[in-house]
């Protein structure tokens, strides 16, 4: 792995190296998951604050996860959502309370800031914090001290704070509803997580990984499987919800249709309740494949006699190749064409021809 010198001390990845932390954390081969992957490598062993942004359900918090991972930092990781406590609690949560700083306080509470020593402090939807502690929150930043409420002391804090927002912040801070001083303080290296309608090729790893988790927890569960139409069905749904509410679905499918075959109606129907059948996302874009195009279950039992196995991956991946050639033929060799025709970047496709080690036809000759 290439290094270089970072400005604590520690070593820092280069900008195209992704630590295994990172890999292993989040779910992924899209372009735009690749880039995030780099960036978050790239900054995790840094001290610099980093506020991660993106719409609701696109996973924010694990791309907190990630870098605290990938951080080498010795301490927890404590995350505070700051819209779900009530503003008038925030500031003992986030910084303890001393035994009779206020009605109910029956005993000293340390405060979140102190739970994170060593460590990462992810401060959820920090947008929607009170103006009047924003202002304590710069100071603690500035001094790396701390006030539990209703105490005098000054307590030492040691943490690297992330942050996240739906919000656009800086539209708050020229209406007034975010501190500019703050907001340039924690926004040191922000972090863009694509929408779920932006990656939908990261849904069949990203359904995989869910039904890894979900068997890991019950091992004797009935897990369904999703057939290629499913699949094709599910990315063309706009996903207004992202990563959270294809994590509904799943918890759906599992219980409608245990250790079944998903097909696409039963996406349409059962699963989105016929929300793509008015037309597909990105604007209306279809697969230009029919729903009869691919094979279905009973060719598969041609294919996979109940007395034998099959690689499941390589098969994928001879399918995938297959395409992909077929894309380049019908292109006459043209790779901006094919990735056109495979709905895939330009950059994605080529990395693709290397991995499988696909020999380009030759461009015919104008």
Same mark, same amino acid.
């Given at each position: 792995?290439?290094?270089?010198?970072?400005?604590?001390?520690?070593?820092?990845?280069?900008?195209?190296?992704?630590?295994?932390?990172?890999?292993?954390?989040?779910?992924?081969? %899209?372009?735009?998951?690749?880039?995030?992957?780099?960036?978050?490598?790239?900054?995790?062993?840094?001290?610099?604050?980093?506020?991660?942004?993106?719409?609701?359900?696109?996973?924010?918090?694990?791309?907190?996860?990630?870098?605290?991972?990938?951080?080498?930092?010795?301490?927890?990781?404590?995350?505070?959502?700051?819209?779900?406590?009530?503003?008038?609690?925030? =500031?003992? =949560?986030?910084?303890?309370?001393?035994?009779?700083?206020?009605?109910?306080? $029956?005993?000293?509470?340390?405060?979140?800031?102190?739970?994170?020593?060593?460590?990462?402090?992810?401060?959820? =939807?920090?947008?929607?914090?009170?103006? %009047?502690?924003?202002?304590?929150?710069?100071?603690?930043?500035?001094?790396? &001290?701390?006030?539990?409420?209703?105490?005098?002391?000054?307590?030492?804090?040691?943490?690297?704070?992330?942050? *996240?927002?739906?919000?656009?912040?800086?539209?708050?801070?020229?209406?007034?509803?975010?501190?500019?001083?703050?907001?340039?303080?924690?926004?040191?290296?922000?972090?863009?997580?694509?929408?779920?309608? $932006?990656?939908?090729?990261?849904?069949? =790893?990203?359904?995989?990984?869910?039904?890894?988790?979900?068997? *890991? &927890?019950?091992?004797?569960?009935?897990?369904?499987?999703?057939?290629?139409? *499913?699949?094709?069905?599910? %990315?063309?749904? %706009?996903?207004?919800?992202?990563?959270?509410?294809?994590?509904?679905?799943?918890?759906?499918?599992?219980?409608?249709?245990?250790?079944?075959?998903?097909?696409?109606?039963?996406?349409?129907?059962?699963?989105?309740?016929?929300?793509?059948?008015?037309?597909?996302?990105?604007?209306?874009?279809?697969?230009?494949?029919?729903?009869?195009?691919?094979?279905?279950?009973?060719?598969?039992?041609?294919?996979?006699?109940?007395?034998?196995?099959?690689?499941?991956?390589?098969?994928?991946?001879?399918?995938?190749?297959?395409?992909?050639?077929?894309?380049?033929?019908?292109?006459?060799?043209?790779?901006?064409?094919? *990735?056109?025709?495979?709905?895939?970047? &330009?950059?994605?496709?080529?990395?693709?021809?290397?991995?499988?080690?696909?020999?380009?036809?030759?461009?015919?000759?104008?």
């Amino acid at each position: 792995m290439t290094t270089h010198w970072a400005p604590n001390g520690s070593d820092q990845t280069d900008a195209g190296d992704i630590l295994p932390e990172v890999e292993r954390l989040l779910v992924g081969s %899209s372009e735009g998951m690749k880039q995030v992957k780099r960036l978050i490598s790239m900054v995790a062993p840094a001290e610099a604050p980093v506020m991660v942004q993106g719409e609701t359900g696109v996973g924010k918090e694990l791309v907190a996860e990630a870098l605290h991972a990938a951080s080498g930092r010795s301490g927890p990781i404590v995350a505070v959502n700051c819209a779900a406590i009530p503003s008038e609690l925030l =500031e003992s =949560e986030l910084f303890g309370h001393e035994k009779g700083a206020f009605t109910g306080a $029956e005993k000293r509470r340390i405060g979140r800031v102190e739970m994170a020593e060593g460590g990462t402090l992810f401060l959820d =939807e920090i947008g929607d914090m009170p103006l %009047s502690l924003q202002a304590k929150l710069l100071r603690v930043l500035e001094s790396k &001290r701390i006030q539990r409420v209703g105490g005098n002391e000054e307590i030492p804090v040691n943490f690297r704070l992330v942050t *996240a927002t739906h919000r656009t912040l800086a539209e708050d801070v020229e209406a007034g509803r975010f501190r500019a001083d703050l907001y340039f303080r924690i926004n040191v290296f922000p972090l863009m997580v694509p929408r779920l309608a $932006e990656r939908t090729g990261d849904i069949a =790893e990203i359904l995989e990984r869910m039904i890894e988790q979900q068997t *890991a &927890r019950s091992p004797n569960l009935n897990a369904p499987h999703f057939t290629l139409d *499913a699949i094709r069905a599910l %990315s063309a749904y %706009s996903w207004p919800g992202n990563v959270r509410e294809l994590r509904n679905l799943m918890e759906r499918a599992l219980v409608m249709f245990p250790g079944r075959l998903i097909q696409e109606a039963d996406v349409q129907t059962a699963l989105l309740g016929g929300a793509i059948k008015g037309g597909a996302a990105n604007g209306g874009a279809r697969s230009t494949l029919q729903p009869g195009a691919l094979p279905g279950p009973d060719m598969f039992h041609v294919t996979l006699p109940e007395s034998e196995t099959l690689d499941m991956r390589g098969y994928l991946r001879d399918i995938e190749a297959a395409l992909i050639e077929s894309a380049l033929r019908q292109k006459e060799g043209c790779v901006s064409h094919a *990735a056109d025709a495979l709905r895939l970047q &330009r950059t994605t496709l080529i990395e693709k021809i290397k991995k499988l080690g696909i020999e380009k036809p030759a461009a015919r000759p104008m």
